[in-house]
């Protein structure tokens, strides 16, 4: 996934993985700086990207820290600050974005607002953002979160996904904030459009954003068989199901893996087919079964 198509215009790749703290331009209007904040959900950290040059957006700010903040402050220099933009609600994407609103007297764009995060204005799905410099299209994905938005760069068809597409890592989907069906219709929505890079809150650009699209909803697909599978084998907890299904897997991830089994089985009961067989406060003591 590191080689773009022919016809794609000349963009540097990096192999590995982003280093926190530095500065790196991954084209004529966009440049990269990872926080210091890695974890297994985060990879290296959280990416901020700086969109325009003297009229910039400022994606994705992450978590509230005082040298991110300087770095951010250093590489915006003299040019002026349309907007701070979150992806989403998520606490690894936002608690920066009040600060930095204030330094730079900019608003604070979301799709909603969410528990302590309150955007100063809400964006609509397809909304442009325009700096004079350039144009942002707004584009509502729900699926990891129900706020989710990735942003299309007009002027040269780069997508920042956010943390709905990524290429070292699968999404998270955990409800009740996720839902698989909502995600996998966002994908759909992604694949209808025309971009030709990828740039996500997390991990390395993607060069080939079609296929790595591709590779998601055929993932989610087998991980939909393979629940289907353990319920017509008489499974009808997660846990027994993540020992089965996940049994390749470190079981240090298999409470993770629950979670995203669980987002499995919320789908094919919104579909009609699978439903609880008895209910329980506790998700993980929920027994399922097959519709016949």
Request: proline share 8%.
């Amino acid at each position: 996934m590191s080689i773009l198509s022919p016809h794609s215009p000349p963009f540097r790749m990096t192999t590995s993985m982003p280093s926190p703290g530095d500065l790196v331009r991954l084209s004529p209007l966009v440049r990269r700086i990872t926080q210091d904040n890695p974890s297994m959900f985060t990879g290296a950290g959280t990416n901020t990207h700086l969109v325009g040059e003297r009229r910039i957006f400022i994606l994705d700010p992450g978590p509230r820290n005082e040298l991110h903040f300087q770095r951010i402050v250093e590489a915006v220099g003299d040019a002026a600050v349309e907007a701070v933009i979150p992806t989403h609600h998520h606490p690894d994407h936002w608690p920066l974005a009040p600060l930095l609103a204030e330094r730079f007297r900019a608003p604070m764009l979301g799709f909603a607002a969410w528990g302590d995060y309150r955007p100063d204005r809400t964006v609509a799905d397809g909304e442009v953002l325009d700096s004079g410099e350039l144009r942002l299209r707004a584009l509502h994905t729900p699926g990891h979160a129900p706020d989710h938005l990735c942003y299309l760069l007009l002027d040269d068809e780069t997508l920042f996904s956010g943390d709905h597409v990524m290429g070292w890592s699968t999404t998270v989907i955990a409800p009740p904030g996720g839902n698989l069906n909502d995600y996998l219709a966002s994908l759909a929505k992604l694949a209808a459009m025309r971009f030709r890079v990828m740039f996500p809150a997390h991990g390395l650009p993607i060069a080939e954003p079609y296929a790595r699209i591709e590779e998601l909803r055929a993932h989610r697909e087998e991980r939909t068989r393979q629940a289907l599978a353990a319920l017509a084998a008489g499974l009808e907890r997660i846990p027994e199901m993540v020992a089965s299904i996940y049994a390749d897997v470190d079981s240090r991830l298999h409470g993770a893996a629950g979670w995203s089994l669980r987002a499995h089985l919320d789908a094919l009961v919104e579909q009609g087919r699978v439903r609880v067989k008895e209910a329980a406060t506790d998700p993980l003591a929920v027994r399922y079964e097959l519709v016949r």
